[in-house]
């Protein structure tokens, strides 16, 4: 059975780094397209970032140049650095795996809060 694990969330004051992590698992890691996506308080969830399994990546217009998405494909890991956090940023942060092959098949993570705040 396929589970995501988040991890790395928390407060942090505006300006600060923040690393998440997910640990995935009952799934083909590397034939996975990973991703982190994230729901602000009243609005819809939203793409942050993916990464295909040989590193190609997307991010929104607005974690451009501040976060960076990473996996390592032997550990089932994949990460999120986030970098000069703003307090737009807070939000339940979402781990996401979808299939490649079929683009159908897809898991999500519980979540982690992260907040931005001084």
């Known amino acids: 059975q396929a589970q995501l694990v988040e991890s790395g969330g928390g407060l942090v004051q505006p300006g600060g780094s923040l690393r998440l992590s997910c640990a995935a698992s009952g799934i083909i890691f590397s034939t996975y397209i990973m991703g982190w996506y994230r729901r602000a308080p009243g609005k819809q969830r939203e793409l942050v970032a993916t990464?295909?399994?040989?590193?190609?990546?997307i991010y929104a217009d607005s974690v451009k140049g501040r976060f960076i998405i990473s996996r390592d494909n032997p550990k089932n890991m994949v990460y999120l650095q986030m970098n000069s956090l703003k307090p737009e940023d807070t939000a339940v942060y979402y781990c996401h795996a979808r299939n490649a092959l079929d683009l159908v098949r897809d898991y999500w993570g519980q979540g982690t809060q992260v907040t931005v705040s001084s």
């Open positions: 990464i295909t399994s040989g590193g190609n990546t």
